[in-house]
C-alpha cells in the first residue's frame, strides 16, 4: 500500500470510529507507530482529521457547536433509551440522594425512576424536574439560576452556591465530549462550571453518554477521567477506547 492509499484509509477509518490510538493503527496497517504519526501530521495539515494525545479524532470531533435539547432529543434514541434503563442500577437505596446533571440521556433516567423508592433528588434541568415532578416518592429540589436556553439548564452564581454545600450519594452527569487525555468536556463555560460542581458534590460519579461523545473533545473541560466512577455508554465505543478507560479505574458498562 501506498503512503496515500494508507493515509486516505485511515482518515475513513478515524471517521468511522470516532478515535484511533497510533498503536491501533500502526497493527491495523502493518506498519511502525513513528510512520503512523507522520501520516496522521500529514492528515491534520490536510484537515481530514485532528491529532490528540496518543492518537486522532475526526476532523468534526473538536468543536464547540452545542445543539439543542430538542436536537438532541431525536439523536441516538435507542442507546439512550437502554444506556437510562442500565444505569437504574445505581441508584441509591430508599432515603439515598441523587444529583441529575442536565441532558436528555439523564433525563430519560428521571422518568424510568420507581415509584415505590423514596429518594431525595436535586436536578438544575427544567426537563427533569417536569419529569421527577410526577413522580410521588421524590422529594424534588430544583437548582435556581439563569436558565440557558439551548440546554434547558440552570447554571451561575445562585446554583453553584447551593452545589457547594450539597452531598448527595449518586450524581448522574451527561457530557458533549469524552476521553481520556481531556476528561469531560463541554462548549459552555457556565454548564461547565455547574458540572465541576456537581460531580464535587457527589460520592458516586455515574456518567452517561453515547458513543458518539466518547473520544471527543469539547471547549472547556469540567472534569477529569478519574474523576469519573462509573460511564454507561452503549456497544459503539471501540474495544481500544474502553480498554483504556478500564485501566484509568472506570467501570464501564455497555447498554
Do not use: W
Not at 428521571?110 to 419529569?131: E, G, K, M, Y
Not at 457556565?190 to 458518539?212: G, N, Y
Amino acid at each position: 500500500m501506498y503512503a496515500e492509499e494508507r493515509q486516505q484509509a485511515m482518515a475513513m477509518l478515524i471517521g468511522q470510529r470516532g478515535r484511533m490510538s497510533v498503536a491501533d493503527l500502526a497493527e491495523q496497517y502493518g506498519v511502525t507507530t513513528e510512520t503512523v504519526r507522520r501520516d496522521l501530521a500529514v492528515l491534520d495539515r490536510m484537515g481530514l482529521i485532528r491529532r490528540v494525545h496518543g492518537g486522532a479524532v475526526p476532523a468534526t470531533a473538536l468543536t464547540a457547536i452545542e445543539l439543542g435539547t430538542v436536537e438532541r432529543e431525536h439523536t441516538q434514541t435507542a442507546e439512550k433509551e437502554r444506556i437510562a434503563k442500565a444505569a437504574l442500577e445505581f441508584l441509591p437505596p430508599t432515603g439515598g440522594s441523587v444529583l441529575f446533571d442536565a441532558g436528555t440521556t439523564t433525563a430519560r433516567i428521571a422518568a424510568l425512576l420507581p415509584a415505590d423508592r423514596a429518594l431525595f433528588a436535586v436536578t438544575n434541568s427544567i426537563p427533569v424536574a417536569a419529569r421527577l415532578g410526577t413522580n410521588t416518592g421524590i422529594h424534588l429540589h430544583l437548582l435556581g439560576g439563569r436558565v440557558r436556553g439551548v440546554t434547558q439548564a440552570a447554571v451561575g452564581a445562585e446554583a453553584l452556591r447551593l452545589l457547594a454545600d450539597l452531598r448527595v450519594d449518586v450524581a448522574f452527569i451527561g457530557t458533549n465530549a469524552l476521553t481520556t487525555a481531556h476528561g469531560l468536556s463541554t462548549p459552555d463555560f457556565d454548564e461547565a462550571a455547574v458540572k465541576r460542581a456537581m460531580v464535587a458534590s457527589a460520592h458516586r460519579v455515574v456518567v452517561v453518554a453515547d458513543s458518539t461523545k466518547v473520544g471527543r473533545e469539547d471547549f472547556v473541560r469540567f472534569a477529569s477521567i478519574d474523576e469519573i466512577d462509573v460511564l454507561v455508554t452503549d456497544s459503539g465505543v471501540p474495544q481500544s477506547v474502553r480498554n483504556e478507560l478500564v485501566d484509568c479505574g472506570i467501570e464501564v458498562i455497555e447498554a
